[in-house]
Structures are given as structure tokens and as C-alpha cells.
């Protein structure tokens, strides 16, 4: 047997709505391009819009006129998607809440998640949408995901609870003395104030 290797999400599909309810809340309050406009080549009743979430991959919307907003929350049945993460700057997050407060949009509030903060909200179908910003950078030649597991080793060897900032710190302290070299001999953490 031999895997199927994924490269990374090609594109997520929701079902909308309408296309002015999808293009308002895409486009409109989450900032992402409308970039690309075809009917649903499946079903001739129903139009595909593609935006994109910032990173080059693809967000699409089936749309469908005689389709309203639904505003209770999607389901979390087992097989259904609880929400979508979408990932912004500290900039941008530091802005979240008093700009979904303009809307009028109910939020979360700032939830600690030891390695990134997240906020969220709904979207007008009821999706749960998540806007969240890690807490650190990973180092050049680095993904987050190689700071991330490297992190979760160093949790689980203390026996830590869940990854905090400690956890992350050393783990690009780590990532990087792997990755760079260096003419020293010796890399280890020095004093060069004498005070100890």
C-alpha cells in the first residue's frame, strides 16, 4: 500500500446563499479578492465564486438565489466542519474586535490558545469563522508547522499541560541551531556580563 501524499488545502467549497450575501461577507468584511466567476459546472442552477484568503489557494462559494442566509449555527454533527481558521497579522488582530463591533457583529472575544490567540464569529449562514495570529515567526527555512512540532515534543517532555511561549521560544532556539550553522565551537548560552 502506498499513501496518497497531499501538498497543502487546493481549495475549500462552502454552500452560500445568495451571491450578494456571499461577496458581501467574503469580499466585504474578510477582505479576500473575488477573483475568479463560473456557474457550478455540477448543477446549472447554481453559481461558483473563488476568492482568495490571502495565500494564493482558494476559498469557492456555490451560490443559489432562491437560497436565504440561515443565521443559527451549521451543524457539529460528527463529519461536519465546526469552522474555518483564517490566519491575520498581529496588526490586523489588534483591530479585530472594534471593527466587528462596528458591524455589529457578535465575537468571542480574545481566546488564549498558548502558541497563537483567536477570535470568533459567525458568518451570515451560521458558519463559525475563526480569525486567529500566531505568536511567533518561524525561523528562516522554517513552517510554522516544523516550530509547532518541535514545541509539542518540548511540552511533552515536561509534561506540560498544552504549548505555551516557553515552549516556542526553545523551540526556534532549537530549530535554528539545527539549521544554522556557525563557526563556533561552542553555541550554548553565555554570560558576557560576568555577573554569574
Not at 449555527?73 to 488582530?93: E, I, Q
Not at 516544523?146 to 498544552?162: K, L, N, T
Request: hydrophobic fraction near 35%; glycine fraction near 8%.
Amino acid at each position: 500500500m502506498r499513501k496518497l501524499q497531499v501538498q497543502g488545502v487546493h481549495h475549500i467549497t462552502l454552500t452560500g446563499a445568495d451571491r450578494q450575501t456571499s461577496l458581501d461577507f467574503w469580499e466585504g468584511v474578510l477582505g479576500m479578492p473575488f477573483i475568479f466567476d463560473q456557474p457550478n459546472l455540477d448543477n446549472p442552477d447554481e453559481g461558483h465564486l473563488y476568492f482568495d484568503p490571502g495565500d494564493g489557494r482558494l476559498i469557492t462559494i456555490f451560490t443559489n438565489e432562491a437560497r436565504t442566509p440561515v443565521h443559527r449555527r451549521t451543524p457539529t454533527d460528527p463529519g461536519c466542519v465546526h469552522h474555518l481558521a483564517f490566519n491575520v497579522s498581529k496588526a490586523t488582530f489588534s483591530q479585530t474586535i472594534d471593527r466587528l463591533d462596528a458591524r455589529g457583529i457578535g465575537h468571542s472575544g480574545v481566546k488564549d490558545r498558548g502558541f497563537m490567540d483567536s477570535i470568533y464569529f459567525k458568518d451570515p449562514l451560521g458558519l463559525l469563522i475563526e480569525l486567529a495570529c500566531y505568536r511567533f515567526e518561524p525561523p528562516m527555512g522554517c513552517s510554522h508547522a516544523d516550530v509547532m512540532i518541535e514545541a509539542h515534543r518540548r511540552r511533552v517532555a515536561q509534561g506540560d499541560h498544552h504549548i505555551a511561549e516557553v515552549h516556542l521560544a526553545d523551540a526556534i532556539e532549537a530549530l535554528v541551531a539545527r539549521r544554522q550553522q556557525s563557526l563556533s565551537e561552542d553555541r550554548s548560552a553565555k554570560d558576557p556580563y560576568g555577573r554569574g
